[in-house]
């Protein structure tokens, strides 16, 4: 026969590992209700949407040429927002974080000291 070891479960504070603060905790729970409330907007986004659909068919019907021109009519601005709103994010946010993480680089790295 062999021998199994068992794992040795230590509780809070015996061992050396005291466990989480209560600050560790908070941040847990923030971020658990965060997560929990990102995943019911999306769900209810999700909900929603299919609703919509069913709201377009039964007024326009199903591949209908008046179908076509809302979806069109309704896509096309939101596309074009997008892609501008994109532009101008990239346009402005990116030199600003490429100038922060050269600034932050230098900062953090030591300068070589004369012998």
């Given at each position: ?84 709103a ?17 600034v ?12």
């Amino acid at each position: 026969m062999s021998e199994t070891s068992t794992p040795k479960i230590s509780s809070p504070g015996i061992g050396g590992d005291p466990g989480p603060t209560t600050e560790e905790r908070r941040q847990t729970r923030r971020l658990i209700s965060a997560s929990v409330l990102m995943a019911a907007g999306t769900a209810l986004s999700r909900v929603l949407g299919f609703f919509r659909l069913m709201l377009m068919v039964y007024l326009f019907g199903n591949g209908t040429r008046q179908a076509e021109m809302f979806t069109i009519a309704t896509n096309v601005p939101n596309s074009m927002y997008i892609l501008l709103a994109g532009g101008v994010l990239n346009t402005v946010l990116v030199p600003q974080i490429v100038a922060l993480s050269e600034v932050t680089r230098t900062a953090v790295r030591p300068t070589p000291t004369e012998s």
